[in-house]
């Protein structure tokens, strides 16, 4: 599965982003989907996960705030991120895999979002 986000940019705290990310490949629409995270210099972390009939799972950090969604028809998965805090700053990763435990199995580039205080 190849994975391709966008979406990602500058904005103020307290402001909104919506990332997407597109799957292409032979098995892209019965796969789980993921977001990750990656703050500098930390580690990278898991933000949200949805299976592929739609059952969603959150980081404590991001519930209420982030919603993952998808579309199969076309193979795209989608983070809306909503009153936004300057430690959401990071680049963020779209992930694929079997199911939602397993989805680190293919990753995309990337794309940076930072908030601004």
């Known amino acids: 599965v190849q994975l391709v986000e966008s979406g990602g940019g500058l904005v103020q705290a307290g402001g909104s982003l919506r990332l997407s990310c597109a799957a292409s490949g032979r098995t892209a629409s019965s796969k789980a989907m993921g977001w990750f995270r990656q703050p500098p210099e930390k580690v990278r972390e898991f933000v949200a996960a949805i299976s592929w009939s739609g059952s969603t799972y959150y980081a404590d950090s991001v519930k209420g705030r982030f919603t993952i969604s998808r579309v199969n028809t076309n193979n795209t998965v989608y983070l809306q991120m909503n009153s936004l805090k300057p430690e959401d700053t990071a680049v963020y990763y779209c992930?694929?895999?079997?199911?939602?435990?397993?989805?680190?199995?293919?990753w995309g580039q990337g794309t940076q979002v930072t908030v601004s205080s």
């Open positions: 992930s694929a895999g079997a199911t939602v435990y397993s989805v680190r199995d293919s």
